[in-house]
């Protein structure tokens, strides 16, 4: 080395003899030329003198040598979402091994990859400093580092891994007095032992105890090779999660090797020939301390080295993360036991997701089942299966939403199709429904509305749309992904995705990290990607499709469903190929992988089930009850979440409208004041493209003439109305208050005229009829009676004679009390319809004043079926059919219609009637 040195130094002195001797041509100098060269000259000094004193203060501001830094690692602390200490992590897993007991081999890819000139320079090499300057200057600070071996040591151990001025000024100055301290040897050995080698092995012993079960005398040259690529980035080059990266990174530290003269170019191939995972032990967790918080920590790791040149293990930062710690852990017990959810076997797998709707941050994340088998993969980041059907909103409706306006009305007819190049496509169920709306073909899933939608939307636009979500397409996007196929996705992914819909239109990327402080104080904020996806209108719509897919009987994701919260959610599932049926015995109700995904205003959960082993030789499946799994743990973490949070509903913006329209049409056709509410349904239009057309089968219908009057002579009201004839379906309703009393049907028939027997004196009747025609209803048609106080009964009455007190002899009795013998009356009367049933009002014990309305108090008495079923059955549901389906009437005000007949005499309610033991009174 001395020789090329002296050879070198030999040519340099000869060319500046050289250039000594040469003539040198006329000068004309200038006084512009002189006044440049001097400005220029003072610039300089200033800014070295400047320069030299800023490097002064850093240099004094840096901190003193500490060996105990510098050999023992700095722990981190990770704080949970409300800054309160979760795990400290960083003395954990390292073997120390002194210099002398590394091998060559191991020392050689060190060298060959992180600072060839190792054992030439003081700390600094100033050489690869200079190209890394240039670099620098070209393409911004901190692009190209040149960092020796020293120089990390120092970065681990005292300082930030900001890439600033000052930092690297305090980096270099401290290299070069621990150079004059210590030894090439130990601070070689002060490197091995501080650098992180992912799967929280720390140092080259740990780390080559895990990945290979082996001493680092042990090791062979593919071996030795992939361990030293990994401190670059441990994450990105993790063999487990990463293979064919760790392979490329390992091939580059083999050429480096062969570069640099430590292996030969025949040794370098064959090691490269090496498949990356041979040799690699599976990774045993259960020698590590297993907690609730493992999966979502992992996480955490991974997140802060993608923030930067961070290293969680070695650099003694405080982590904010945005982990809910009791969602974490009933995620992590929902997982890990039966007490929640009883699972059909321990090797079925799952991973879970729970993000904040409104700011992406991840709550909690369910890392796997029996996490003590495996380390390093987590089900619910690094497990990424097809979708199935919840791609739909993602990939179909929603685009169809943004892009072609469509509304929550819009109709598709479900019928025999193929794709494009004529394979048939069939629905889950096989069947076919004719014209169908988005609402219904989303919350059945159906498969071929959802091609249809594809198709008219565009597979540009729908990937467009799928990529702003967080799910892009590597591939060309071929029309089977309409249904999940073509893109694997985890669910990590997918609740990002679904909390747009959720958020107004708003993607915030997932994140675990808040902020990161550094050991001198400086904060670094987690800059994660926030921006518009889609219109509100496209959010909002497709919101309450997906509510719909709860909450309809029909609906796909019903079991997933709480009544209490306002939750939208999509199922999916994924199948095997016929061939994969027939080789492993897979019935036709068996699928491959189960999901759910879905959110409510606060938070956003996306499941997904499966086994590890559904696409190898021997391959298992999900039966019908173990489909389900996603749909439990997705209603019971939801459910969980919503105790401590107030759950509001969506927000209608005003870019969309709700239009009545008549059911069926098609095109869509608004409903008019006098549609019958049972032929209209509810959509949500885009606000500029709702139907114009206003039915005109529907009229007014006119209200009937009403009279009534009270006969005094035989104590009864007589009522009757009038109505135009030539509707033979025309039907009245009758209705009957007292005293300003609420109000009862009396019935429902085509008769015109009614009959109330006994009023009750000194009592205000008001009768109101309303006409039914096809479904119509008219608006109400009222009268009132008032009942003279004294009415005059007739005397010498067959049934009764009633003497006058006044003018019989000793006849002073004691009265009986207010109503008492007018209710014996009526308890006889009650008592012969409940003996013989010959009446039509069904045993009712008086209480409802109806002669046909079939128990509408529920109250109905011990047997007495009549005419009109009117049940009898000692109810105490209040709907007067002890919860069974009774022909002729469910104790609503709207019983049904009934046979016609003749008008008959009906008993009149007593207006405070004793209270009935078997009514609710809430």
């Known amino acids: 080395m001395a020789e090329k040195y002296n050879t070198r130094e030999e040519r340099r002195k000869q060319g500046q003899t050289q250039k000594k001797g040469q003539n040198k041509g006329p000068k004309k100098p200038t006084n512009m030329l002189k006044r440049i060269f001097l400005i220029l000259v003072t610039i300089g000094i200033i800014g070295l003198v400047a320069g030299g004193a800023a490097m002064a203060y850093f240099i004094s501001d840096a901190p003193e040598l500490d060996e105990k830094l510098l050999k023992d690692p700095v722990t981190s602390k990770i704080l949970d979402e409300n800054g309160k200490l979760l795990a400290e992590i960083g003395k954990e897993n390292r073997d120390y091994v002194n210099y002398e007991d590394i091998p060559d081999l191991v020392e050689e890819a060190f060298l060959a990859t992180e600072d060839s000139r190792f054992y030439e320079h003081h700390g600094v090499d100033f050489l690869r400093l200079g190209s890394a300057v240039i670099a620098n200057f070209k393409n911004g600070f901190g692009s190209e580092g040149a960092s020796t071996l020293t120089q990390q040591v120092i970065k681990r151990s005292y300082l930030t891994p900001d890439k600033t001025i000052k930092r690297k000024v305090q980096e270099m100055w401290l290299s070069i007095q621990l150079e004059r301290k210590y030894t090439k040897e130990e601070i070689f050995e002060m490197y091995v032992n501080k650098i992180f080698f992912a799967n929280r092995a720390n140092g080259i012993l740990t780390a080559s105890q895990t990945y290979y079960g082996k001493d680092l005398d042990e ?19 993790d063999p487990y999660k990463y293979p064919e990266r760790a392979k490329e990174r390992r091939d580059i530290v083999l050429h480096l090797m062969n570069k640099h003269g430590y292996i030969t170019e025949t040794e370098m191939k064959n090691a490269q020939s090496i498949d990356i995972t041979e040799g690699l032990q599976e990774i045993d967790k259960s020698q590590i301390d297993t907690t609730a918080y493992d999966a979502f920590i992992d996480l955490v790791i991974e997140e802060v080295g993608d923030m930067g040149d961070y290293n969680v293990f070695t650099d003694g930062l405080e982590i904010q993360t945005t982990i809910d710690k009791d969602a974490q852990e009933y995620v992590y017990n929902m997982l890990n036991s039966d007490e929640i959810i009883n699972y059909p076997s321990k090797d079925l797998q799952a991973g879970v997701t729970l993000l904040d709707t409104e700011t992406g941050e991840i709550k909690a994340v369910g890392g796997g089942r029996n996490t003590t088998v495996k380390r390093g993969w987590n089900y619910a980041t690094d497990a990424k299966r097809s979708p199935g059907s919840t791609i739909k909103p993602i990939l179909d409706y929603g685009p169809a939403v943004e892009y072609l306006n469509w509304s929550t009305y819009h109709q598709i007819k479900d019928e025999e199709y193929t794709y494009s190049n004529g394979t048939p496509l069939k629905n889950a169920s096989g069947r076919h429904y004719g014209n169908v709306t988005t609402r219904e073909a989303l919350a059945r899933s159906l498969n071929i509305p959802a091609l249809k939608t594809l198709q008219a939307v565009g597979l540009d636009r729908a990937r467009d749309f799928a990529t702003d979500l967080g799910i892009p397409f590597d591939k060309e996007i071929t029309e089977s992904a309409a249904l999940g196929g073509g893109k694997d996705v985890s669910t990590l992914e997918l609740a990002g995705a679904y909390s747009s819909f959720g958020n107004n239109g708003i993607y915030n990327e997932p994140h675990s990290v808040k902020k990161i402080v550094l050991r001198d104080k400086t904060t670094i904020k987690n800059k994660t990607e926030s921006k518009p996806v889609m219109k509100d209108s496209t959010a909002f719509i497709v919101t309450d499709m997906l509510k719909s897919v709860m909450k309809e009987p029909y609906g796909t994701g019903r079991l997933a469903n709480i009544p209490s919260l306002p939750v939208a959610g999509k199922t999916g599932s994924t199948n095997f190929t016929p061939e994969q049926r027939a080789k492993n015995n897979i019935p036709s109700s068996g699928v491959k992988d189960s999901w759910m995904a879905g959110y409510t205003t606060n938070y956003t959960v996306a499941v997904w089930a499966g086994y590890d082993n ?285 046979e016609e007949e003749k008008p008959v005499e009906t008993p009149v309610p007593d207006p405070n009637p004793d209270p009935d033991p078997n009514q609710d009174t809430e």
């Open 219 to 237: 090791l062979k040259l593919n071996e030795a090779a992939m361990l030293v690529g990994l401190p670059q980035s441990p994450s990105r080059y």
């Open 614 to 898: 559904a696409s190898g030789e021997q391959m298992e499946y999900l039966g019908e009850s173990s489909q389900r799994i996603p749909k439990y743990i997705f209603k019971n973490l939801m459910e969980h979440m919503a105790q401590s949070k107030e759950t509001k509903d969506f927000d209608q913006p005003d870019s969309v409208v709700k239009v009545g329209v008549i059911k069926g049409s098609n095109p869509a056709v608004k409903a008019n004041e006098y549609t019958p509410s049972s032929k209209i349904t509810y959509e949500y239009y885009v606000k500029g493209h709702e139907p114009t057309q206003v039915t005109t089968e529907y009229e007014k219908i006119d209200s009937p003439g009403i009279n009534a009057s009270y006969n005094q002579e035989s104590n009864e009201i007589n009522l009757s109305w009038s109505y135009p004839k030539g509707n033979g379906n025309t039907q009245f309703e009758v209705m009957m208050s007292v005293d300003g009393g609420a109000q009862s049907v009396l019935k429902k028939s085509k008769d015109t005229s009614l009959t109330i027997p006994n009023p009750t004196p000194g009592s205000k009747y008001t009768f109101s009829v309303v006409a039914l025609v096809d479904n119509q209803q008219s608006d109400p048609a009222s009268t009132s009676v008032k009942i003279p106080a004294e009415a005059e009964v007739p005397e010498d009455t067959e049934d009764e004679k009633i003497e006058d007190p006044a003018e019989g002899e000793d006849t002073e009795q004691e009265a009986p009390a207010e109503g008492e013998e007018d209710k014996k009356d009526e308890d006889k009367k009650d008592e012969d319809k409940n003996n013989n049933g010959e009446n039509d009002n069904n045993g009712n014990n008086g209480n409802n004043g109806n002669s046909d309305n079939n128990g509408n108090n529920g109250n109905n008495g011990n047997n007495g079926n009549s005419d009109n079923n009117g049940n009898g059955n000692n109810t105490d549901d209040g709907n007067g059919n002890n919860g069974e389906d009774v022909e002729g009437g469910d104790g609503t005000t709207d019983p049904g219609t009934v």
